[in-house]
């Protein structure tokens, strides 16, 4: 199948941050979906344009990245303010003629995508692959590297040097609802919760920790062998989630 044709796009949060995007058109016009990267990541990325090239088969769909990221403005605050990036993108969605939306997070972006859902609301399906539930958790080596990366001044330089991600400075204040907490406002809205049982970031209890917190209509798909996020992701979970996707909004 050849490559869907890209047309680029400029989303403006509601605080004013310019997100770079890009809107693949899909079969029609009755769904559209928001894919959200993880931490580091960029609609750029190989793996998230395959990703995208893949779900446009069951709609249209706007991939963009997070403030901080890439070529958007703005700094990241790993999983606060980025709800207003996906809301932005939801909108965009709205503008251009889209039905119905759904929203696809790969790590961050499924814990910005689950508390966008729980906490503004607007959409009419949530995929959440390889969330935390949780904030601060470092019980694996590649989260202890996340962490680093986000506190200490040498680590924002690197994450912004090396994967052009710029991390705003300091605690949060107040703390942001976590994933879990969110999760549970979701519903009558359908959530899909995917995670594999070798994602060597966040171990299968954030997946049974934020299934468990929400309410339903709801669904966890426990993926053996899958590791972590979009670099994981093959094209048959994909289409599974687009057909989700699709059977849910019909």
Request: charged residues 20%.
């Amino acid at each position: 199948m050849p490559l869907a044709t890209n047309y680029p796009a400029m989303l403006v949060t509601k605080d004013g941050v310019r997100l770079d995007a890009v809107h693949t058109p899909g079969p029609g016009s009755e769904i559209g979906i928001v894919l959200a990267h993880g931490f580091t990541g960029s609609w750029r990325c190989k793996d998230t344009r395959r990703i995208a090239h893949v779900l446009s088969r069951t709609g249209g769909v706007v991939a963009f990245d997070f403030r901080g990221h890439g070529r958007s403005t703005g700094l990241s605050t790993v999983g606060d303010l980025e709800v207003l990036d996906v809301e932005a993108a939801v909108r965009h969605l709205r503008v251009i003629g889209y039905r119905k939306i759904a929203v696809v997070g790969f790590s961050m972006g499924a814990a910005v995508s689950v508390r966008h859902a729980g906490l503004h609301g607007g959409v009419d399906a949530v995929v959440s692959v390889s969330a935390p539930a949780r904030w601060y958790y470092r019980g694996t080596r590649p989260m202890r590297t996340v962490h680093w990366a986000i506190e200490r001044p040498v680590g924002r330089w690197a994450a912004s040097v090396g994967k052009r991600t710029r991390i705003a400075r300091g605690p949060w204040d107040p703390v942001p609802v976590p994933p879990h907490e969110a999760a549970a406002l979701i519903s009558p809205t359908p959530l899909l919760v995917v995670h594999g049982d070798s994602d060597t970031f966040f171990p299968l209890e954030h997946a049974h920790q934020l299934f468990e917190g929400a309410r339903e209509p709801k669904e966890l798909w426990i993926e053996p062998g899958y590791g972590h996020a979009e670099s994981a992701a093959r094209p048959d979970l994909i289409h599974r989630i687009g057909n989700w996707i699709s059977s849910n909004l019909s």
